[in-house]
């Protein structure tokens, strides 16, 4: 069974530093990984997701995420984190007709 | 405005009594389905819908019914609530079904058992 697991449960990082939040999955086949975004009070918004071709992915408000399937990873970054960025991140897996696995979340607060 | 909307948005109830959250979404999606959410789980997949009259479980639907019969609907029903239900649920849709299809999700609804 796909699974994922999202190793930090809250991050805190200072405005305008960098941001890397780290996503692990256990699949047998290539996956197609995702990342959603949860703010306050809000339903979650996917930021990107890949599933073939560059490795190296871009999404919406300035984030990107790294596929390294020796890794078994899909983390994402973002070189300067905004206040408003602070949230909770999803990392998800599925594959084909397949329903989407969540990881635990992580919550990432954003200090002055 | 393309959107997922639930309602209602908080609800307070006591256990046993039969309730009823509704979904609708106006995008002409396929696909809709429950999760809910509860602190250091992530979301969990209740039910889902490919179609209409089409519904199939998720990974944790005890306790909980659904109905699709009409595409833009996708009511989730607890007949007899208790308080391991008090979650945060959420619906979501997709123009198709399939993992690589983008899923848009409604705001959400904060559910009290007592």
């Known amino acids: 069974a796909q699974s994922v697991t999202q190793p930090d449960i809250h991050i805190t990082v200072s405005e305008g530093a960098s941001l890397e939040l780290r996503c692990n999955y256990s699949?047998?086949?290539?996956?197609?990984l995702f990342w959603y975004v949860q703010s306050p009070g809000q339903g979650l918004q996917l930021l990107l997701k890949?599933?073939?071709?560059?490795?190296l992915v871009q999404g919406i408000k300035g984030f990107e995420a790294e596929f390294k399937r020796s890794q078994s990873s899909f983390n994402l970054r973002k070189p300067s984190v905004h206040w408003s960025d602070a949230a909770e991140y999803f990392c998800?897996?599925?594959?084909?007709?397949?329903?989407?696995?969540f990881g635990k979340g992580t919550m990432l607060l954003v200090s002055p | 405005e393309a959107q997922v909307t639930q309602n209602p948005r908080y609800l307070i109830t006591v256990t046993g009594k039969k309730l009823t959250v509704t979904c609708s979404q106006n995008?002409?999606?396929?696909?809709m389905s429950w999760y809910r959410q509860d602190p250091g789980l992530g979301l969990r997949q209740i039910y889902y819908s490919m179609n209409v009259e089409v519904t199939d479980k998720g990974d944790v639907p005890e306790g909980y019914k659904v109905s699709r019969k009409e595409k833009r609907n996708f009511p989730l029903i607890l007949e007899s609530p208790s308080p391991n239900q008090t979650s945060l649920y959420f619906c979501?849709?997709?123009?198709?079904?399939?993992?690589?299809?983008?899923?848009?999700f409604g705001p959400g609804t904060r559910l009290l058992v007592l």
């Open positions: 699949y047998g086949a290539t996956p197609y």
């Open positions: 890949y599933f073939s071709g560059d490795t």
């Open positions: 979501a849709s997709s123009l198709h079904t399939g993992a690589l299809e983008t899923q848009y």
């Open positions: 995008m002409n999606h396929e696909y």
């Open positions: 998800a897996v599925g594959e084909g007709y397949s329903t989407l696995t």
